[in-house]
């Protein structure tokens, strides 16, 4: 008789065969890839302008001053 629980065949003991183990091995990079992308922004949104280079919102307004930035999304 095969190794059943409750009539649902239960996985080979130590992680199964090396399908399963390359599975779970693709499923913990994305978890850990998930986290660290969780953490970044995280980071982020509790200092948003600390990542960000002054030079970026704070020089280039040559072309953008008042009254001419609604012309430029168009």
Known sequence: R???LHGVPSSPPLGG???QRTAFA???LLM???IFLLVRCFR???DPY???PASSWTDHK???ERGQFD???V
């Open 2 to 4: 095969p190794n059943t």
């Open 17 to 19: 065969d090396a399908e």
């Open 26 to 28: 693709f499923v913990g």
């Open 32 to 34: 850990l890839f998930l």
């Open 44 to 46: 982020i949104l509790l």
């Open 50 to 52: 600390s990542r960000m």
């Open 62 to 64: 040559d072309g953008f």
């Open 71 to 73: 012309y430029a999304l």
